[in-house]
Nanobody, 127 residues
Framework: QVQLVESGGGLVQAGGSLSLSCAASASGSILQINTMGWYRQAPGKQRELVADITKGGLTKYGDSVKGRCTISRDDAKKTMYLYMNSLKPEDTDVYYC???????????????????WGQGTQVTVSA
């Protein structure tokens, strides 16, 4: 079972910055992490892409955050990061981490490739 745990959310003033982290772990072992991404969702709205990054380091950003956001990853630590600056009240959302992970169940001796989501972390930007 793969788990993604986000950290770093909280309350920030408009114009400020924040950093989010997403760490992957598994009860068995993680063999490979392909594309990882950050998404956000406000109540009653669809989840939207903030940014994603491939295993090779190619990045893509949502239109609403372009120029204000940097995504990165450290595969040795199985961790992805998001740095956002010039925050606006409309950036207030729950931010979710997503990753495509190949993992091994050492008990069943089987491999699974699937997409996983973190539990989300609240980011609130005050005016």
């Amino acid at each position: 079972q793969v788990q993604l745990v986000e950290s770093g959310g909280g309350l920030v003033q408009a114009g400020g910055s924040l950093s989010l982290s997403c760490a992957a772990s598994a009860s068995g072992s993680i063999l490979q992490i392909n594309t990882m991404g950050w998404y956000r969702q406000a109540p009653g709205k669809q989840r939207e892409l903030v940014a994603d990054i491939t295993k090779g380091g190619l990045t893509k950003y949502g239109d609403s955050v372009k120029g204000r956001c940097t995504i990165s990853r450290d595969d040795a630590k199985k961790t992805m990061y998001l740095y956002m600056n010039s925050l606006k009240p409309e950036d207030t959302d729950v931010y979710y981490c997503q990753a495509h992970v190949l993992s091994r169940d050492t008990i069943r001796d089987s491999d699974t490739y699937d997409r996983y989501w973190g539990q989300g972390t609240q980011v609130t930007v005050s005016a």
